[in-house]
T-cell receptor, first 113, second 113 residues
């Protein structure tokens, strides 16, 4: 039973447009959420995070939105660039853990020229 | 130079063989982790270590063992490999003061025939 779900295995977006990646979770005890980006033959790298006490966090072209009532978070990339083509993982930390992350299956983002 | 390195990067072995995957880090982090990734699934935690004398089982530790030889080294062993251990294995590190953000190695692709 997956506690963190990324229901879109892939997403294709035109260069310059907005990319929106979605993540749903089932455990209301998650208090911290992270997005990681992964290129082929490399490990995941941290991108952006958000605490459950916030509903938005922004870092340059990347913004994460958290809707706790819907148990949903999304990553917005504006504008999308070719280098953004990668697999994006959503991860969540349980409130009673200072190390454990529960991971989604990932969404492959393809930026078309 | 990479902060988190894994050896080997690729390995093909046969059922019943013992195999060791190695991880080294130069980040000076005290915490280290081993994950596996399977197609369509997120990363799942196998073992984690908060320091040399503190090793803990993760979500899917059966069939695996680990050794923390030094703060910088954390190895994963499959005592008797089986085909369903075919997966992509990642080592990760984190700092105790910023435990949410984990830094990953490039991964080891293991195939058990």
């Amino acid at each position: 039973d997956q506690q963190v779900k990324q229901n879109s295995p892939s997403l294709s977006v035109q260069e310059g447009r907005i990319s929106i990646l979605n993540c749903d979770y089932t455990n209301s005890m998650f208090d911290y959420f992270l997005w990681y980006k992964k290129y082929p033959a490399e490990g995941p790298t941290f991108l952006i995070s958000i605490s459950s006490i916030k509903d938005k966090n922004e870092d340059g072209r990347f913004t994460v939105f958290l809707n706790k009532s819907a148990k949903h978070l999304s990553l917005h990339i504006v504008p999308s660039q070719p280098g953004d083509s990668a697999v994006y993982f959503c991860a969540a930390r349980p409130r009673d853990s200072n190390y454990q992350l529960i991971w989604g299956a990932g969404t492959k983002l393809i930026i078309k020229p | 130079d990479a902060d988190v390195t894994q050896t080997p990067r690729n390995r093909i072995t046969k059922t019943g063989k013992r195999i060791m995957l190695e991880c080294s880090q130069t980040k000076g982090h005290d915490r280290m982790y081993w994950y596996r990734q399977d197609p369509g699934l997120g990363l799942r935690l196998i073992y984690y270590s908060f320091d040399v004398k503190d090793i803990n089982k993760g979500e899917i530790s059966d069939g695996y063992s680990v050794s923390r030889q030094a703060q910088a080294k954390f190895s994963l062993s499959l005592e008797s490999a089986i085909p369903n251990q075919t997966a992509l294995y990642f080592c990760a590190t984190s700092d105790r003061t910023r435990g949410n953000e984990q830094f990953f190695g490039p991964g080891t692709r293991l195939t058990v025939l």
